[in-house]
């Protein structure tokens, strides 16, 4: 098993931003945030400000942990699971997965659902009493490389391939896949979840 390595920025050129913003993607000006030191975890909180359309704005955040799990399954760990928590009111859910074309285990993705009204949720508590059935199901975008600009989201694709640069990858090495959901119920969590390497192979 890997040792869990500290968070890399996805955004090079603001190595001190504790947000890890990607900048050049967010709309400006920026809104103000203020640090808060809760039970020994830092939290980030947007300052009071205008509300409705004249409050909206779009921020970017990016970041990548290296060497946080295992590639291979044991009597512990048998599946990689990639959460989302959907915690407030949203027109679209978007949920990309990419994986190296060396990672056969992880080429046959799935996902799970799961409602989240324990009074304490948090990832990995779900059960399967908490299951929620969807129509929706996770698609293939391609591969070599995926084809993942989508009008969700403005410049998309350019945010992809500024990670592809800064963590030193080649689109045309990728496989992708995609999960997308109108009006997502709340608060829900979405899995992705792949079988892990066979030790013997």
């Known amino acids: 098993m890997y040792g869990l390595s500290s968070p890399t920025q996805a955004e090079p050129s603001h190595e001190n931003d504790p947000i890890m ?9 920026l809104p103000g945030f203020r640090t808060l030191e809760i039970d020994g975890h830092t939290r980030y909180q947007l300052l009071p ?25 044991d009597e512990v760990n048998q599946f990689g699971e990639h959460a ?8 679209w859910l978007l949920c990309d997965l990419q994986v190296h074309e060396s990672l056969e285990f992880a080429l046959s993705p799935r996902v799970l659902t799961y409602g989240l ?11 399967e009493y908490d299951r929620l059935p969807v ?10 490389p995926p084809v993942v600009s989508t009008p969700l989201i403005p410049r998309y694709q350019a945010m992809v391939e500024r990670v ?9 090495q990728m496989c992708g896949f995609r999960f997308e959901m109108k009006y997502p119920p709340m608060p829900m969590s979405v899995v992705v979840q792949h079988d892990l390497a066979d030790p013997r192979a």
């Open 84 to 91: 989302v928590q959907v915690e407030c009111p949203v027109e």
């Open 49 to 73: 400000g205008p509300i409705g359309n004249r409050g909206r704005h779009t921020w970017i955040y990016g970041e990548a942990v290296r060497r946080f799990a295992p590639i291979h399954r």
């Open 164 to 172: 592809y640069d800064r963590m030193e990858w080649r689109a045309d």
């Open 21 to 29: 913003l990607m900048r050049e993607f967010c709309s400006q000006p």
């Open 135 to 144: 129509a929706e199901t996770i698609q293939s975008i391609g591969r070599s």
């Open 117 to 127: 009204h324990s009074l304490t949720p948090r990832p990995g508590s779900e059960t």
